[in-house]
C-alpha cells in the first residue's frame, strides 16, 4: 500500500504558470471551466495579484504544456513558469498597441490635411484585435469581462463616426493593461524568489556525485562548501562555517555552525566546508513548508474581499441595466442629442467592470503577506493580517519567549540522607531526556558537566504533565519532576517550605520519588535582548501587554523588573487552562493575541484572536497551531509586523476609495455634460494600475522607529550561582556564554556603542 501511495505521489507534479489574462478575481472561474475538463487535473489554484495558476497534476495524463494550451485558447496568455522563476519579463507594448498609437497620433494631423482623420479607424482596426479576441473569448463562455465592454464601447464610437475617441479608447486600454501587467509581473518576482531559496541539486559527500535534492533521502551525507546554499535541512557532521539565515529568519548577522550544529535548507555557508547529515526530505524542510505557508496565505480571500467580491456580482449587472436606460430611455422620449445620452451609456457602460475594487483588498494582502514572509513573520491567512492591525491586547509566555529558555541550574539537592546527590541527578536527566522543554537541556547539561552521563532509554513509563512537570520510572523508581503542583501528581499534599530560603526571581523545581519530595533545584534564566524594547514599541501602538507564565510569582516579577516594568499586567503560576481562560477575558475588552512557543501555550494560541508561535525554536505544536510563525527568536519582529499589518489595512482603504472614487467622479463629469468615453476606459485601466503600484508600497521597507534609549530599563540581571558548602557537584557548573554579556544600546544615546558597533 506504501509503495502504491509513494508511486502516486511520483505522478503527481505541481505547475506553476505565469497568466498575463488574469485581471481580477472574475477570472478564477474562467480558469477553472478551463482546467476542469482537462485529465489528471487534480487540483488548482489562483493567486489573482501575482497572475500566478498553480496546478497539481497526474503528469502521465497531462502535461504543463498541454494545460498552457488550453488556457491559451482561452485568450488567458499563459506561460509555464520554470521553478523558483517567473516566465514574464519586462518588454515593450505589444505591436497592436505601438502601431495603434503611431496611427492615432498621425490622425491629429487632420487639422493639416483632413483625409489624414482617417488613419484614427485604421488605429482602431490595427489596436482592436487582443481586445477582440479577449472578448470573444470571454462571450463564448458566458461571462462579460471589461474586454467585452470596451469593444462594445469601440464599435458604438465607431457607428457614431467619432473615430479619434474609437482609436484613444484602443490605444489607451492596450496601455494601461500593459502597464498593469508589468507592475503586477514586479509584484510577483518577490513571490518567485521565495520559491527559488532553496537549491534544486545538492553534493553527495561520499562520491561527490551531483543530484536532485528531491532523490536525497533522510540520513544521505550531503557536502556544502563556501558560498553554496544548504540544500536540506540536516546535522553538521564534519567541519565549522558560519551561515547566513537571513532568508528565512530575516536575521542579518552570520550563526556559526560546529559539529552535531542543526542547520536549514536555503541558508548560506559564508566560510569553510561541512558534511551535513539530511534530517528531513527536501518537501519536509522548514524552507519547503514556509513556501507553501505562503502560498496558502496568498490564496486565501479577506473578509473584506470576500464582501467585494460578493457586492461586485451585482455591480456589473446593475450597472449595465442603468447604461441601457440611458441609450434606451431618450430614444423613446424622441429628446434632443441622443449623441450625448449615447456617450453617457457608454461611459456608464465602461464603468460597469469593477477590477479596480475587487483588486482593492487581495494586491494589498498579497505584498502584506509577501513582505511579512521574506522578513521571517509568517502569516497563514489574509484574515489573520486583518485581525493583527485591530490587536489591542498582546499576552506572552515568559519562558523561551520573553526569556532566553537557556536555563542556568544551581542549588541542586538532595533532602534525602538514603539518596546519592549523583545518582539523583543521574535519575533526574535521564528522565528529563525525554522532554523538549528548555529547563530539561538545562539539566542535562549540568548533570553532563558533573560527568554524569544520562540514559533515557532506562526510563519507562514517561508522561508529560504540561504546566506541572514530567514522570518517568527509572531502577525500580517511580519519579515526578516539576514544580509544586507536581506535589499533588505524586500523591503529596503539601510542599516543604523551602521557598523562603530560595532567592527571588529564580525557579523552583521539585524532585519526588512516591510521594516523598528528595531533592530540588533552581533555574536562572535572562530576558532576551530586545524584548524591553519590544514591549515598548507595541505600547507605542496603544497595545496593551500582559505575561503569562505557569511559573511562581517571584520569578515572573524578577522578569518584569528587568523588563522596566514594561507590562501591563503579570499572571503567575497558571496551568495551559488558565491561560486559556485569562484569554477569554482579555477577549472580551478587544481582539486579543498570544505569543509563546511551548506545548503549554496550545491552548492559550488557540484561544486567542491571533496566536504567534515561535517557528523554529518552539514545539510543533505551538507551531501549528498559530496564526502566525516567527521563524526566528526575535520578538522585535512582532511590533513590526503589527505596523505592517495596519499599513495593509490602511492601503485597502486608499485603494477603494481611489477606485470608487476615479470611477464615481467619471461618471458624475458624464452627467453634468462631458461624457468622455476614452477617460472612462482610462480610468477603468488606470485606476487597477493605480490599486496595484499603491499597494507595492508595502513591500518597501517602513521606516524606521526613531531610536530609543532602553538603558532606563533594567538589562537582564547576570546569573550569579552560590558557593555551597557541601555539594562538590556545583564545581563543574557550566554557565551559558555570550548570554550574560553586555548589550550595548544602538541608539547613540550612550556615548560611543553606536560608533563601535558601526565600526
Known amino acids: 500500500m506504501a509503495n502504491v501511495e509513494e508511486t502516486t505521489k511520483k505522478k503527481l507534479q505541481t505547475s506553476y504558470f505565469d497568466v498575463v489574462g488574469i485581471c481580477c478575481s472574475s477570472e478564477v472561474s474562467l480558469v477553472g471551466d478551463v482546467l476542469r475538463p482537462l485529465g489528471g487535473i487534480k487540483e488548482f489554484s489562483v493567486i489573482v495579484p501575482s497572475r500566478t495558476v498553480i496546478v497539481v497534476h497526474d503528469i502521465l495524463l497531462t502535461s504543463p504544456l ?9 485568450r488567458l496568455e499563459a506561460s509555464v513558469r520554470p521553478y523558483g522563476e517567473t516566465s514574464l519579463t519586462s518588454q515593450w507594448p505589444s505591436p497592436f498597441a505601438v502601431v495603434s498609437g503611431v496611427l492615432l497620433a498621425l490622425s491629429f494631423l487632420k487639422y493639416i490635411y483632413s483625409p489624414l482623420q ?15 479576441a479577449k472578448a470573444v473569448a470571454s462571450v463564448t463562455r458566458f461571462r462579460v469581462d471589461i474586454n467585452a465592454l470596451t469593444l462594445i464601447a469601440v464599435i458604438a464610437t465607431v457607428c457614431m463616426e467619432d473615430y479619434t475617441e474609437a482609436a484613444t479608447i484602443v490605444f489607451l486600454f492596450s496601455v494601461a493593461d500593459w502597464l498593469e501587467s508589468s507592475a503586477a509581473h514586479k509584484a510577483s518576482t518577490v513571490m518567485s524568489s521565495l520559491m527559488s531559496l532553496a537549491p534544486r541539486k ?52 552570520p550563526v556559526s555552525k560546529q559539529r552535531d550544529s542543526t542547520v536549514l535548507a536555503a541558508t548560506i555557508n559564508l566560510n569553510g566546508y561541512i558534511k551535513v547529515k539530511t534530517t528531513a526530505l527536501a518537501r519536509d524542510c522548514v524552507v519547503a513548508k514556509m513556501t507553501k505557508l505562503v502560498e496558502e496565505a496568498q490564496k486565501s480571500q479577506t473578509k473584506t474581499q470576500r464582501f467585494i467580491d460578493k457586492c461586485s456580482r451585482y455591480y456589473t449587472p446593475a450597472v449595465v441595466v442603468v447604461a441601457a436606460c440611458f441609450a434606451v430611455i431618450p430614444v423613446l422620449l424622441d429628446v434632443d442629442n441622443l449623441s450625448h445620452w449615447f456617450h453617457l451609456a457608454l461611459v456608464v457602460l465602461v464603468s460597469g467592470c469593477p477590477c479596480g475594487l475587487i483588486l482593492s483588498t487581495p494586491v494589498a494582502t498579497f505584498c502584506a503577506l509577501t513582505k511579512a514572509a521574506t522578513s521571517g513573520f509568517l502569516i497563514k491567512t489574509g484574515d489573520c493580517l486583518e485581525t493583527l492591525a485591530k490587536i489591542r491586547i498582546a499576552a506572552f509566555d515568559k519562558t523561551g519567549t520573553i526569556t532566553k529558555a537557556e536555563f542556568t541550574v544551581s542549588d541542586f539537592k538532595s533532602l534525602s540522607k538514603n539518596i546519592n546527590l549523583k545518582t539523583l541527578l543521574y535519575w533526574v536527566s535521564s528522565i528529563e531526556s525525554k522532554s523538549s522543554h528548555p529547563m530539561a537541556a538545562a539539566l542535562i547539561d549540568y548533570a553532563r558537566s558533573v560527568s554524569v552521563e544520562p540514559t533515557p532509554d532506562m526510563v519507562e513509563n514517561f508522561q508529560n504533565f504540561p504546566g506541572e512537570g514530567v514522570y518517568g520510572r527509572i531502577d525500580g523508581q517511580d519519579i515526578y519532576i516539576g514544580n509544586k503542583r507536581i506535589a499533588h501528581r505524586a500523591g503529596c499534599l503539601t510542599v516543604p517550605g523551602a521557598e523562603a530560603n530560595i532567592k527571588r526571581g529564580k525557579t523552583i523545581g521539585y524532585i519526588y520519588i512516591g510521594e516523598e519530595l528528595t531533592g530540588s533545584f533552581n533555574l536562572l534564566d535572562g530576558c532576551r535582548h530586545g524584548a524591553a524594547q519590544a514591549l515598548q514599541e507595541l505600547k507605542s501602538l496603544n497595545i496593551k501587554t500582559a505575561m503569562l507564565t505557569g511559573d511562581n510569582r517571584d520569578a515572573a516579577m524578577s522578569i518584569q523588573e528587568q523588563l522596566g516594568n514594561a507590562l501591563d499586567i503579570v499572571h503567575a503560576e497558571l496551568l495551559p487552562q488558565d491561560k486559556a481562560r485569562i484569554i477569554d477575558e482579555f477577549k472580551s475588552q478587544g481582539p486579543t493575541m498570544m ?14 484572536d491571533i496566536g504567534i508561535s515561535m517557528g523554529i525554536s518552539g514545539s510543533a505544536l505551538a507551531t501549528e497551531t498559530g496564526d502566525i510563525i516567527l521563524m526566528s527568536n526575535d520578538i522585535n519582529k512582532i511590533p513590526k509586523g503589527m505596523r505592517l499589518a495596519r499599513r495593509s ?14 470611477k464615481g467622479a467619471i461618471m458624475v463629469l458624464g452627467l453634468v455634460g462631458y461624457p468622455l468615453i476614452w477617460a472612462a476606459v482610462l480610468a477603468d485601466a488606470g485606476t487597477c494600475l493605480l490599486v496595484i503600484l499603491n499597494s507595492m508600497m508595502l513591500l518597501r521597507d517602513d521606516r524606521e522607529a526613531p531610536p530609543v534609549c532602553y538603558r532606563a530599563s533594567p538589562p537582564s540581571l ?42
Open 595 to 608: 505569543v509563546g512557543d511551548g506545548l503549554n501555550d496550545a491552548p492559550a494560541l488557540a484561544k486567542a
Open 202 to 253: 545538492a553534493v553527495i559527500a561520499e562520491t561527490g556525485q551531483e543530484v536532485d535534492v528531491d532523490d536525497v533521502g533522510i540520513n544521505t551525507v550531503v557536502s556544502v562548501k563556501a558560498g553554496e546554499s544548504i540544500p536540506i535541512d540536516g546535522v553538521v557532521v564534519d567541519g565549522s562555517c558560519d551561515v547566513d539565515e537571513k532568508t528565512l529568519t530575516g536575521e542579518s548577522f
Open 66 to 74: 498541454q494545460i498552457v494550451k488550453a488556457l491559451n485558447q482561452a
Open 649 to 662: 489595512h490602511k492601503k485597502v482603504i486608499e485603494n477603494v476609495v481611489l477606485s470608487v472614487g476615479i
Open 718 to 759: 547576570p546569573v550569579k550561582l552560590e558557593d555551597p558548602k557541601v555539594e562538590d557537584l556545583e564545581v563543574g557548573l557550566l554557565q551559558k556564554s555570550g548570554e550574560t554579556s553586555k548589550k550595548s544600546c544602538s541608539s547613540g544615546c550612550c556615548g560611543g556603542s553606536k560608533d563601535k558597533q558601526q565600526n
Open 118 to 132: 482617417w488613419f484614427a479607424l485604421v488605429a482602431v482596426v490595427a489596436g482592436v484585435f487582443p481586445i477582440l
